[in-house]
Structure formats: C-alpha cells, structure tokens
C-alpha cells in the first residue's frame, strides 16, 4: 500500500543527528553505513548534506540524505558524467521508455541502466546492515537530469543533466543528483521526497492537496467508444445505456474530437475534424479556436420552442440537457492538449494567441525511447507553439469558455512535448515553469484548482514543475484494446504491461499525483483482470465502453447505483517481493500489488 503520511518512520533522517544512514563519500567511495554503494566515484564529483533548516522542518521531517554535484571544465548545454560504478547491488528503476511513458527496470550494475532513467532505488543487503539507497535525479536552475549507464564495460551510473537550450550552458553543478537512506523501501521515497519537495519549492506533494472528487465516481470516457467521430447523440446513447443497465456514470469524459482544428494548408474556415478520422491523422492538425467544433456547435436543445436562441445550442446546450436527463453525472471532463492540440495552435488565426511554427528536437536521451507515432507525427509536423510569455492566454481562452458551457475540469494531455520545443525559450525548464505557470492559474480559476487529470506527462519536469496544484495523472501507458501491431497474443502482453506500469510507477509518481490507471472496456478478453486491478488501484474507475456493449454483471462488482465507487483510502503499491523483480519478463515472477480499504486489506 501507499505507505503513512505520518512523519516518524523507520529509517527517517532527522535534524537531530540520529539518523543511521547518512550518506558520505570517502575517498573514491560513496557508502552508507560502512557499505560502499558506488565505488571509483571520479575526482570531479561532490557531496553536500541536506541543508534543511529548523523552519522547513515542519515541512520535512526527513533530512539528511545528501546532494551530488559535479564540476566540469567546459561550460555546455548538456553534460554525462560518472558518478561512480554500480556494481553487483540489485536495483530496481523508472525510466522512460517512451517520450511520454515510463515503466519498471531492474538490474545489478551500472551497464545494465536504462536511458532517461528517473529514479533508481538500489536493494538492502541481506545480512551486511546495507540500507536501501535511492538516487532521485532533480532539476539545478535552468537544468533537468536524469541517469543512464556508462560504458558497456565500465559499469559507470552516468548523469546526464541537460538544458535543451544550446543558448543555455553551465559548469558548475551542487544538486543534480539526490541520495537517501533507509530501511523501508516505501518511507524512503516518501522521505526523500519531502526533503526535494523543501530543496526545490516548485511542487506539492500529494498528502498537501486534495485530487478531484471524480476519483468516488465511475465514469464513461469516449475514446475507445468513438475515438475521433464522437458526437452529442452518441454521448447521449452512451450514458443512457449504462443508466439503463444500472451502472450510471458520475463522471462523463469527452475525449478527443470536440475541437475545432484543422491543417496549416486548409482554409481557416474549414474544420479538419472531417478529415480525422483514423487515429494519428489529427497529430499535424492544429487548433483553430478555443470554441467547440460543428459537431456540438450544431448541437440543438430538447427545448424545441427556443431553438433559434442561442444559449440553446451548441457545448452549453449539450450538457445542460445531460445533466437534467441524467441526474447521476456530477462531473464532465473534456480533453485537451498541453499546447492547445497536437499540433498547438494554428499561427495567424484571428481570435487566437500568436504562436510560432517550431521544429521539435529529440535529445539523445529521447532520440533511444521506443518508436512513437505520435512523436513522428509532431516532429514531422511541427507544433505552432504559443510564446511563454502569452500562453495564458491560450488557457484562459480553452477554459474560460469551458467552464461557460458546464464543463467541470479538462485531461490536459501530450504533456511531456516542451522539451523539445525548448531551443529559443531559455531552455527545457524555463519554458515548462511558464506554461505549468500558467496552467495552474488557469485551473484554479476556472477548475476550483484541482479539475485536471495529467497525461503523458511521465518526466521528472512535470513532477517537479507541474504539480503544485495538479493532484490527479496516469500512471501507465494507455489501455490498448488491441495490439497496435496486429499481433493477438500482443494483446494479452499488452494487459500485463498495463499492470506493470501503473503499480511501479506509482511509487515514485504517488507522492506528487494520485494514481489514475487509466479507463479500460468492460468487453475485453481481459476486463476482469483490469476490472480487479482498478478496485484495488485506489484511484478513478471508469470504462471506454463502445455504446450498448457492456458487461454489466462485471461492472455491477464495482459500481454503486448512485454512480460512486468504493474506493481504497491509499494508492496500490507492488508488494516488496516484487520490488527488485521483473515481472514482465523473467518468466518467474508473480506482480503483487496491495493497497488498504476502511474494512480490511485488499491482495
């Protein structure tokens, strides 16, 4: 289970000098408790103590861990260097294995890292006293790191500590890297996190905010219903289908397909919904106005004798008439993406924030995740970014009308792109801090601060950047019904890679976000097996059922029929047998997860 909020737990590095576990370095060696954890640590390499103060203790109970740092003799935009060799020390990791994505990675030596990795907890010894020992790789001004392998034969845990900006370069480095100690795996990253969460100041943890109220309901997402082609009428269908089979949704999620867009070469009078149907053939579209598209402008409310009034058509009208149909759906959540669209926002359209047609560039790091077509569509593309200085305005635009026409909240999606967008904006970081910046604001004053969920947003940026008011992500890649590759045994693969994702993630993404495991159809050759991970998940349950095919038997397992969930009071966790194994793919590990409800335990 998600481990206690409480602030006295086993292993906590206090201020008062009684922690057991602090972390040195003692001539080429950094050890923790007379154990070396990384040895042949390089010259250039440093370690300064948590300088946490009396103050900031009300905060952190759990100073003490240590900061690695490093001095280069050339001042570049981009930096690998060693911090010492990894060797024979079971690990188990979070690195992204696609732009958006991470998962879980175990291993016992430095060459056996990933790229891109975002934290990596090394395992306690047995019998030798050794603690567990985690390496959290942070942000340093304008700079954001991550760790990968050295050589394939040295053994080397590399950091690798990046700007995105060529205009932005340094040499001097004091707390790239962040070191922890103790006995239990699951306080330690909760630890480690209220000293970064101090260190930094950019973010909240999760036990600080409070994650929206959809996360008691179940809900309907359109996606795998419609995908693109979704519509009023079959929104309409959709809900009323699962009321009538006694799962009412309290929550109704519009996904992608209510925007008006359209391509750089059409007109801007022509909307580029019509031409996108397929998955992927939206990724070059841009936005071409923050009100909806004709589909749900050309709305009419039941209100036949006011049809010719205006505040009886369109978005407005549509949801109104949901919710007076429906009494169950306290809450509509609509998407969008990060920049407006998959392709930001069309430059030189009236009515629109000015925006700049920018190519995306891959870092090296990124350049080695898993082929992507949505980064193949937006690199080929481009995206038409809005200048940070006036990207509140993009979201004023997007919110502002949505909360006039009922809308309680927006899945900001296709996060993690600034990144490489980054080159004439002062750098990954400093273009993050203004749209993150102003996102928030946007949502506070529009979404009561929390009316957000966060997708492909797995990257340390976001983490520390984005989620001073964001209490609500996914921590898996998406629920795919079918192998993108065509492959039907992929499918079932597929399924447990879902469930490998979210547990793992959640250990480190769960104390900024609460975890969301994604929607899933209750239809599916393996919908019990996700219908039992969600219940036990602690987070949102909803479905992207196709409309009128439902099982209900299965869904009645987990639905009240007021539309609210029994939800478990913390978030999934996998068991500690699990932690340092490979469940996906050594062919002998069961994943575990568990997590607590107000009655009993849940396995």
């Not at 492909?456 to 940026?461: A, I, K, R, V």
Request: charged share 20%.
């Amino acid at each position: 289970m998600a481990p206690s909020l409480s602030k006295s737990s086993s292993g906590s590095s206090g201020l008062d000098g009684n922690n057991p576990y602090l972390i040195s370095l003692e001539g080429s060696n950094f050890v923790v408790n007379g154990h070396v954890f990384l040895s042949d640590v390089p010259g250039n390499i440093t370690l300064s103590p948590s300088p946490v103060t009396l103050t900031e203790k009300t905060i952190c109970d759990s100073a003490g861990g240590s900061f690695v740092g490093f001095d280069s003799k050339e001042s570049k935009d981009r930096h690998v260097v060693p911090i010492g060799k990894l060797k024979n020390i079971k690990f188990m990791s979070i690195f992204r294995f696609k732009v958006w994505w991470t998962t879980h990675w175990v291993g016992s030596n430095g060459r056996d890292l990933e790229h891109e990795t975002q934290m990596v907890m090394l395992d306690k010894s047995d019998d030798s006293g050794r603690p567990y020992v985690l390496l959290l790789p942070l942000l340093e001004g304008p700079f954001r790191a991550s760790l990968q392998p050295g050589a394939a034969d040295d053994d080397n845990v590399d950091v690798c500590v990046e700007s995105g900006s060529t205009k932005v370069c340094g040499d001097e480095f004091r707390s790239v890297v962040y070191v922890h100690a103790g006995d239990d795996p699951f306080n330690l990253m909760k630890e480690a996190m209220k000293v970064v969460r101090v260190h930094l100041g950019t973010f909240k943890l999760l036990e600080e905010k409070t994650p929206p109220g959809i996360v008691d309901k179940f809900g309907w997402c359109t996606w795998d219903a419609f995908y693109l082609t979704v519509h009023p009428q079959g929104i309409w269908d959709g809900v009323k289908g699962l009321v009538e089979g006694g799962c009412p949704p309290g929550l109704v999620l519009i996904d992608d397909g209510w925007q008006s867009i359209s391509r750089d070469e059409d007109p801007v009078t022509k909307e580029g919904m019509t031409a996108a149907v397929d998955a992927g053939e939206q990724m070059p579209c841009r936005l071409l106005k923050f009100q909806e598209n004709y589909k749900f402008r050309d709305y009419v409310g039941l209100k036949s004798s006011a049809a010719m009034d205006a505040n009886n058509r369109g978005m407005g009208a549509f949801i109104k008439d949901l919710r007076e149909e429906f009494s169950t759906v306290d809450y509509v959540y609509v998407w969008h993406a990060l920049c407006g669209y998959w392709g930001g926002v069309r430059p030189d359209v009236s009515g629109l924030p000015p925006s700049q047609l920018v190519k995306p560039k891959l870092s090296p790091g990124l350049a080695m995740t898993m082929e992507d077509l949505a980064v193949d569509k937006i690199v080929s593309s481009g995206v038409g970014l809005v200048p940070p200085e006036m990207v509140d305005q993009m979201y004023e635009g997007i919110h502002s009308h949505l909360e006039k026409v009922g809308i309680d909240g927006v899945k900001v999606d296709v996060i993690h792109l600034l990144e490489m967008l980054c080159e004439d904006y002062g750098g990954r970081v400093d273009l993050a801090k203004a749209y993150y910046k102003a996102l928030t604001a946007s949502v506070r004053k529009h979404f009561k601060g929390n009316g957000v969920i966060a997708s492909m947003e797995h990257c340390n940026d976001f983490m520390f950047l984005g989620t001073e008011a964001i209490s609500l992500g996914r921590v898996g890649d998406d629920f795919w019904c079918t192998d993108p590759s065509g492959d039907p045994n992929g499918t079932f693969w597929l399924q447990g890679c879902h469930m490998v994702h979210c547990a793992y993630n959640s250990l480190w993404m769960g104390n900024f976000i609460h975890p969301d495991w994604d929607m899933f159809q209750s239809t599916h050759p393996c919908a019990e097996f996700h219908a039992a991970s969600r219940a036990i998940s602690g987070g949102p349950i909803y479905v992207s059922d196709s409309v009128g095919k439902h099982n209900f038997p299965l869904l009645k397992k987990l639905v009240l029929p007021d539309g609210s969930i029994l939800r478990c009071i913390c978030y999934a966790l996998p068991t500690r047998d699990c932690l340092f194994k490979d469940p996906l793919h050594d062919g002998n590990t069961m994943l575990k997860i568990w997590n607590l409800n107000k009655v009993m335990s849940i396995f």
